[in-house]
């Protein structure tokens, strides 16, 4: 099979210094399919942080209002590691 691909430097929103799909730290199985790789590991996660997060999630889904920077701030908290970095430029207009 043949993909489509467009490449074009990297500067919109969200966008990432480099993508990283699994870590040293990551067990990963490259035997289970012919094309994919699987990470397996324990689902080590803080129980409170994930409580707080579905619960603010559905808490701005009952206001039917909500803000980028609260997504944001609420996955910040969940994902320390996570680096959004905004531009002010999208996807969607690149393509």
């Known amino acids: 099979k043949k993909w489509p691909v467009y490449f074009f430097a990297s500067d919109t929103t969200g966008e990432k210094d480099f993508e990283e799909f699994f870590t040293d ?3 990963l199985d490259m035997n289970r399919f ?3 790789g699987v990470i397996k590991n324990e689902a080590l996660f803080d129980e409170a942080k ?3 997060f579905l619960t603010e999630i559905a808490r701005l889904r009952g206001t039917r209002a909500w803000t ?3 997504i944001l701030t609420l996955f910040q908290e969940m994902l ?3 680096a959004h970095k905004e531009t ?3 996807l969607d207009a690149r393509m």
Do not use: N, S
């Open 25 to 27: 730290a990551e067990r």
């Open 34 to 36: 012919d094309d994919i």
């Open 50 to 52: 994930l409580e707080h």
């Open 68 to 70: 980028k920077a609260d």
């Open 80 to 82: 320390p590691e996570f």
């Open 88 to 90: 002010g430029k999208y």
